[in-house]
């Protein structure tokens, strides 16, 4: 892995990440109690990115509008809460009501652009499910993101291998069907109660 001006060590991360989401979390106590996540409507700016798809596309958050999307953040060797959250996510979506299926979506942002390849983001993604869209970019793209979201990623020091693991946050936002974040799920937050959140947003926006 090639050193970078950008680079955040993992330790960082971890504190950074800790100190922040405590700060969101305290802030959203006077939401709306009907929600099984954290409301953060009006704590989040809208959804908004300029990066790159599975395909090698360059693509932009508007090209989703009209859907209610989950941005989260991880990466293909991540050995444990990528797959968990993605895996979670997938049961969640699935389970949604007949003409809200394909209202949902999933953004998976990989910030370990170094080793994930379009194709090999591709192949993970679509493992996971049909809607899922894997996307990507470079770092300093990557970096601005997860700032906007107050959240942020580091990289531990490579093995003799080569092989590194990546510090990145395990929340999940949710954004309405006009970009308006309006979610944060927690891990511990389980799938029936996702899917409920999914179900009353996608139809509070179409009544």
């Known amino acids: 892995m090639s050193t970078s001006p950008f680079r955040t060590p993992a330790r960082k991360v971890r504190l950074f990440t800790l100190i922040l989401t405590t700060l969101l979390l305290g802030g959203c106590s006077g939401g709306n109690e009907s929600w ?4 953060i409507s009006g704590l989040m700016p809208g959804l908004a990115f300029e990066l790159t798809d599975s395909q090698g596309r360059p693509v932009t958050a508007a090209q989703f509008d009209g859907k209610v999307r989950l941005l989260f953040f991880g990466f293909t060797s991540c050995p444990d809460v990528c797959p968990t959250t993605l895996q979670k996510l997938n049961q969640a979506t699935k389970g949604l009501p007949e003409g809200l299926e394909d209202d949902v979506l999933t953004l998976f ?4 652009p170094e080793r994930d390849s379009p194709e090999r983001l591709a192949s993970y993604v679509s493992f996971f499910g049909d809607g899922i869209v894997g996307l990507t970019g470079t770092e300093p793209q990557l970096r601005e993101l997860a700032k906007r979201y107050r959240t942020t990623f580091g990289y531990e020091e490579p093995d003799d291998s080569g092989n590194y693991a990546v ?6 936002y949710v954004f309405d069907r006009e970009g308006k974040a309006r979610l944060l799920i927690r891990p511990d937050l389980g799938v029936k109660a996702i899917r409920q959140d999914l179900i009353a947003l996608a139809r509070a926006e179409t009544e």
Do not use: E, F, I, L
């Open 36 to 39: 099984n996540g954290k409301d």
């Open 109 to 112: 942002v990989s910030v370990d």
């Open 167 to 172: 510090s990145h946050s395990s929340a999940v």
